[in-house]
């Protein structure tokens, strides 16, 4: 395969267990340059545990994962770099308390990719621009709503140049008004073409964004589809009961 051809992520035969509890089962998955693959499902089903297991914030049990159609080393200094090209936007913003959030934005770029301060600033605020917080760059981010931090916690992320983004649930900490800020923001990344894998309870988002909805339940893989299909003509039964039980709320 050429390297266009070559998925960006790609989990095979992925297990994982925590204790007697098999969280991961036989998950095989790809995701492919510029694609954007949302997963769905009841709480409980998985769906975190996969998204944290690609950059190894979680251990796998047995499987292989592979970034651009390399496996992920378990430890050390390949594994740090590897982790670089994978930018990760978590519930919790997470950025750095005592910095300013153009501090945070620059600090990554000038300490892992070792650019100059003037790149690294100028960069920071044309991505804090991007995501519509440039007006916030010298606050710290107790002064900021929860959709600025994330805003923000995206432009970090994005600093590193990643091959792909994960978000884990990013909208799920935040108040109902912010979380329209956070996905539409997300929206544009989709469609500037950057390669993402989301975990996320926004059912109409996932239908709008997608190429593909992976269903998990049960630590497995249920169902796979277009947003069109899935939405419209679920396969399994509890894809149907899934998706019956959130359009009642």
């Given at each position: 395969?050429?390297?266009?051809?070559?998925?960006?992520?790609?989990?095979?035969?992925?297990?994982?267990?925590?204790?007697?509890?098999?969280?991961?089962?036989?998950?095989?998955?790809?995701?492919?340059?510029?694609?954007?693959?949302?997963?769905?499902?009841?709480?409980?089903?998985?769906?975190?545990?996969?998204?944290?297991?690609?950059?190894?914030?979680?251990?796998?049990?047995?499987?292989?994962?592979?970034?651009?159609?390399?496996?992920?080393?378990?430890?050390?200094?390949?594994?740090?770099?590897?982790?670089?090209?994978?930018?990760?936007?978590?519930?919790?913003?997470?950025?750095?308390?005592?910095?300013?959030?153009?501090?945070?934005?620059?600090?990554?770029?000038?300490?892992?990719?070792?650019?100059?301060?003037?790149?690294?600033?100028?960069?920071?605020?044309?991505?804090?621009?991007?995501?519509?917080?440039?007006?916030?760059?010298?606050?710290?981010?107790?002064?900021?709503?929860?959709?600025?931090?994330?805003?923000?916690?995206?432009?970090?992320?994005?600093?590193?140049?990643?091959?792909?983004?994960?978000?884990?649930?990013?909208?799920?900490?935040?108040?109902?008004?912010?979380?329209?800020?956070?996905?539409?923001?997300?929206?544009?990344?989709?469609?500037?073409?950057m390669t993402m894998l989301i975990v996320t309870h926004e059912m109409n988002f996932a239908r709008r964004v997608a190429d593909r909805v992976i269903f998990m339940d049960g630590g497995a893989i249920v169902e796979e589809n277009t947003p069109e299909e899935f939405f419209a003509h679920p396969q399994s039964q509890r894809a149907k009961d899934f998706l019956s039980s959130i359009s009642?709320?």
């Amino acid at each position: 395969m050429t390297e266009s051809n070559v998925p960006v992520i790609e989990l095979r035969h992925v297990d994982k267990h925590f204790g007697t509890l098999h969280v991961l089962k036989d998950i095989s998955l790809s995701v492919n340059r510029g694609e954007v693959v949302v997963i769905i499902g009841p709480s409980g089903s998985g769906k975190s545990t996969l998204c944290r297991t690609v950059n190894r914030l979680e251990t796998i049990d047995s499987g292989e994962i592979l970034i651009e159609g390399v496996p992920i080393p378990p430890e050390g200094k390949k594994l740090a770099a590897m982790r670089r090209q994978i930018g990760m936007v978590f519930q919790s913003f997470n950025l750095f308390a005592h910095m300013t959030i153009l501090e945070n934005v620059v600090a990554a770029p000038r300490s892992i990719l070792k650019q100059n301060k003037k790149d690294a600033r100028a960069e920071a605020l044309r991505l804090l621009e991007r995501v519509g917080v440039a007006d916030q760059k010298d606050k710290v981010p107790a002064q900021l709503s929860g959709g600025q931090q994330q805003r923000a916690a995206i432009a970090r992320a994005l600093a590193m140049h990643p091959k792909a983004m994960l978000f884990d649930e990013p909208t799920s900490a935040l108040d109902p008004e912010m979380i329209g800020e956070v996905l539409s923001v997300m929206t544009e990344l989709a469609g500037e073409g950057m390669t993402m894998l989301i975990v996320t309870h926004e059912m109409n988002f996932a239908r709008r964004v997608a190429d593909r909805v992976i269903f998990m339940d049960g630590g497995a893989i249920v169902e796979e589809n277009t947003p069109e299909e899935f939405f419209a003509h679920p396969q399994s039964q509890r894809a149907k009961d899934f998706l019956s039980s959130i359009s009642e709320h």
